[in-house]
């Protein structure tokens, strides 16, 4: 489907204020990419639902008519995920943007899907709480529901499954549903929002979340840790993590994205393989000893330099330049796309994976930062190279492909947080062997016609 009909114009008009549906070239361009390198198919209009009975017209209508609907949050996802593939309508929900309540007492807050993440901490802070998964991106709250998104903190917090505790759903044909409950525990039948939770729309839409807040930590140590040799780094990991020590962050730096880091934000940071952690605890005094025993651990794997108390000043601008990482390694690499490693593996079996990534990529003489949330396991490879350089980029292709096999051979996953998308289809078979059967079998039964963001975790 390339444009709507007039008759079909008018019909989808009608659903929403005239300002809320378009079919501008512009607005439809707009909505063919997201940060990854995956393009899309033009849809053939945009709508900017306000309410679950809009969203429930809206897809019941399109499915009677045969039309793809592609959800779509912030567009700051990295594999193609909110990318329609088969044209269609796209639905954004950046106007469906209101926190209907926060309520301390529960600490709980309810809300649309379009909030955006700083904006519900902005709020929750005024009750000294927060929503703690922290993908980097200021993405829509709908958007994590729909990836499952973790990022840095996951190690102590956990990722948006652990904070998802109702939901109202729209089903592909436009039944409304509600999943889960407000109190904090349940064994009460199929756990369906877990099973909406990670689905990347591809089986409704998530029009009303409520979400568990936690408070603020009262205080913060953060600490640079540096190592001559990746390797020492890598294995410290395994033992702090080993050792009992509750991190609230655990990060991998390598030294060539250190140097782009220091080169963009003047951190003068020492450019040698470093872990950057941060522990938040109840009283200075705790924190101290957990610096003493972190600090006897690393010296104890071949640390060269331990320091804690980093100024706060400093702590936000690592913290900011981390977040930012993506970015810096593509405004270093002009005229290039990012082709992103997303795998996970074993607290175990990481200091293994770290150096097999790392000699896939030197053995290509490829373009590659290897990094990551070594905390949980998480491993990065942001790789850069020309998509329209067939063979240059089937480079960065084969080496995605065996440090993905290489992590699921180890036990592991082909997206610790960024979802399946357009980018990982292609694994997941490999991963999930006869239980990728059964998903595509939920998938046909809730959605029969395919309609809802083909093209995403199935081909």
Same mark, same amino acid.
């Given at each position: 489907?390339?444009?709507?009909t007039? $008759? ?11 300002d809320?549906?378009s079919?501008g ?8 990419h ?5 393009y899309?198919?033009?849809p053939?209009?945009i709508i900017?639902p306000?309410s679950?009975?809009?969203?429930a017209?809206?897809?019941?209508w ?5 039309i793809?609907?592609?959800?779509w ?5 990295t $594999? ?5 593939t ?44 927060f ?6 991106a200021?993405?829509?709250i ?25 939901m109202t ?5 436009g039944?409304v549903?509600h ?12 756990d369906l929002?877990?099973?909406?939770v ?9 029009t ?11 205080h ?10 990746l390797a ?5 990991v ?23 880091m ?30 003493d025993?972190t ?5 104890d ?11 706060e000043g400093?702590?936000?601008g690592?913290?900011r330049a981390?977040?930012?990482a ?9 005229g290039?796309e990012t082709?992103?490693v997303?795998a ?7 200091p ?14 490829a ?9 949980d ?11 329209a ?23 592991g ?7 399946v998308?357009?980018?990982k ?6 991963e ?13 039964l809730?959605?029969p016609?395919?309609?809802m963001?083909?093209?995403?975790i199935?081909?």
């Amino acid at each position: 489907m390339q444009e709507f009909t007039p $008759e079909q114009i008018a019909l989808l008009s009608a659903f929403v204020e005239r300002d809320r549906f378009s079919v501008g070239q512009s607005n439809r361009e707009l909505h063919i990419h997201d940060i990854s390198p995956h393009y899309g198919t033009l849809p053939a209009g945009i709508i900017w639902p306000q309410s679950t009975a809009e969203v429930a017209n809206i897809l019941s209508w399109t499915y009677a008519q045969g039309i793809p609907v592609t959800p779509w949050g912030a567009g700051t996802s990295t $594999e193609g995920n909110p990318v329609p593939t088969r044209g269609g309508l796209v639905m954004d929900f950046t106007q469906m943007n209101k926190i209907i309540a926060i309520r301390p007492q529960d600490l709980q807050a309810d809300v649309q899907p379009g909030v955006l993440r700083k904006e519900l901490n902005r709020r929750a802070g005024q009750h000294g709480l927060f929503f703690p998964p922290d993908p980097g991106a200021d993405a829509t709250i709908g958007g994590m529901i729909a990836n499952n998104a973790s990022g840095v903190q996951t190690i102590k917090y956990g990722a948006t499954k652990d904070y998802v505790m109702r939901m109202t759903v729209v089903l592909p044909q436009g039944k409304v549903i509600h999943t889960g409950c407000k109190a904090p525990k349940s064994s009460s039948g199929y756990d369906l929002t877990r099973l909406f939770v990670g689905s990347e729309g591809t089986l409704g839409v998530v029009t009303e979340a409520t979400l568990r807040l936690t408070g603020i930590p009262a205080h913060h140590l953060a600490a640079t840790i540096t190592f001559n040799e990746l390797a020492h780094a890598v294995n410290a990991v395994a033992v702090m993590m080993g050792s009992g020590l509750e991190a609230a962050a655990l990060e991998l730096l390598p030294p060539q994205l250190i140097r782009l880091m220091n080169r963009e934000k003047n951190l003068n940071l020492p450019e040698v393989p470093t872990l950057f952690c941060e522990f938040h605890g109840i009283s200075q005094a705790s924190l101290q000893e957990i610096a003493d025993l972190t600090r006897e651990l690393c010296v104890d794997c071949g640390a060269t330099g331990v320091r804690f108390g980093v100024e706060e000043g400093d702590r936000q601008g690592i913290w900011r330049a981390r977040h930012e990482a993506w970015e810096t390694i593509h405004r270093a690499h002009p005229g290039k796309e990012t082709l992103i490693v997303d795998a996970a593996v074993p607290i175990s079996q990481y200091p293994a994976m770290i150096v097999f990534a790392q000699e896939a990529v030197d053995a290509q003489n490829a373009i590659g930062y290897v990094f990551g949330h070594a905390g949980d396991g998480n491993l990065h490879v942001v790789m850069a190279g020309d998509p329209a350089d067939e063979k240059e980029w089937s480079v960065l292709e084969d080496i995605n492909h065996r440090i993905v096999t290489r992590a699921v051979e180890l036990g592991g996953t082909c997206t610790g947080e960024h979802g399946v998308g357009i980018g990982k289809r292609k694994f997941m078979e490999l991963e999930h062997g006869e239980s990728y059967q059964l998903m595509r079998a939920i998938k046909e039964l809730i959605d029969p016609q395919g309609l809802m963001n083909p093209g995403k975790i199935f081909f």
